[in-house]
């Protein structure tokens, strides 16, 4: 009897223009904007991101990370039987992104594929999700993907969020297993807090009504995001029964180093156990946190039976966490 689920593959993928902040406060600089590389370090400790051309839309991402976590796995599409892709950016009002990946993935067996939205929180969401199916037996080999071309709703004339985004996509292949797996998982929302961060935009009789860029509370968001980030960590850990100490890895949303390094710190975890990719990669929303996981599993950092705390927060207010072994 398969009573859990399992990660067996990881993959990622990035758009193949980098973007430094000087590069970034150059362009910026050229339609009066202010900024510098200095500022974008010492507020979010980001570096540089990486944005797709104009036209390159979420499912490309996606697609190419989900091949590179199919191979990691030694899996065929065809095996796969859910498709879940959490993302804000998706390519169309509808059909879901991952419908567009299931057929740009050549997946003719009719399996379920569906989007998922938690903004940020997205791939906490998803392999829950999936978890979730795979646990009831719905499902034995899903593809779990979190797809963003952020770039696309930002308004680079808001140096105080153009700055933080970048695009990509990761994925993980989960199956069926004897042994978990997925340990723990908790999530968690309050639309109290619909206005901090979001999109307020739609598209509304051919048009787009409300506006299309996306809009941050930055204070807002920095304090629910590392009070909920400890809770939510505390609780998981609490429901597997294992103990911060025993974690190998926290890999916490990528959106902005000081936020990641206060959630190390209270959960009394040394800062070397802290898998960081912002400064290369920005926060990739939904994104981040798969990319983080393929980054370190590929470089070695992260290997079978570790034991892995994953953290989202974003936009909604949404939160939540996963704890697997490897
Ligand atoms: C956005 C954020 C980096 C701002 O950092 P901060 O230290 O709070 O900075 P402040 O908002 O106090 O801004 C300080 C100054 O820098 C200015 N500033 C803002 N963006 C700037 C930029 N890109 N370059 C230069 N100056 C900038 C502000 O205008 C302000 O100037 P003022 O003091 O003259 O008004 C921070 O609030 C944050 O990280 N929030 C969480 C964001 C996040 O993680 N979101 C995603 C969650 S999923």
């Known amino acids: 009897m398969n009573a859990f689920s399992t990660i067996i593959g990881t993959g990622s993928y990035l758009p193949p223009r980098r973007v430094s902040n000087d590069r970034l406060a150059a362009d910026l600089a050229a339609d009066g904007i202010e900024t510098s590389d200095e500022w974008i370090v010492s507020r979010s400790g980001i570096s540089a991101r990486y944005f797709v051309d104009p036209g390159v839309p979420c499912s490309d991402l996606a697609a190419a990370a989900a091949r590179r976590a199919l191979d990691a796995a030694g899996l065929d599409a065809s095996a796969i039987d859910l498709i879940v ?41 998803a392999v829950t999700t999936a978890d979730a199916f795979i646990r009831s037996g719905q499902a034995t080999n899903a593809l779990v993907i979190g797809s963003e071309v952020f770039s696309r709703i930002l308004d680079f004339r808001d140096r105080t969020t153009c700055v933080l985004f970048g695009d990509g996509a990761g994925a993980v292949v989960m199956t069926a297993a004897e042994r978990p797996g997925v340990m723990a998982s908790r999530l968690h929302s309050d639309g109290r807090h619909v206005g901090i961060l979001c999109v307020p935009g739609n598209v509304d009789h051919g048009a787009v009504s409300g506006n299309a860029f996306l809009r941050m509370d930055g204070a807002a968001v920095f304090r629910l995001a590392v009070n909920v980030l400890e809770q939510v960590a505390v609780e998981t850990l609490a429901a597997a029964g294992v103990t911060a100490e025993q974690l190998d890895w926290l890999i ?24 960081a990719t912002v400064a290369e990669h920005g926060n990739t929303s939904a994104a981040s946190i798969p990319l983080a996981l393929d980054v370190a ?18 936009g909604g207010f949404t939160w939540g966490a996963v704890l697997v072994e490897m």
């Open 252 to 275: 916490p949303h990528q959106a902005n180093i000081r936020i990641m390094q206060g959630t190390c710190r209270k959960l009394g975890l040394p800062l070397d156990k802290m898998i």
């Open 85 to 125: 892709v959490a993302t804000s950016t998706p390519d169309m009002v509808f059909p879901s992104t991952a419908c567009i990946v299931q057929h740009k993935l050549g997946i003719t067996n009719q399996c379920a594929a569906f989007d998922l939205q938690a903004v940020c929180s997205g791939f906490t969401y």
């Open 297 to 314: 599993v590929r470089d070695g950092r992260i290997r079978h039976g570790h034991k892995v705390l994953m953290e989202g927060v974003g």
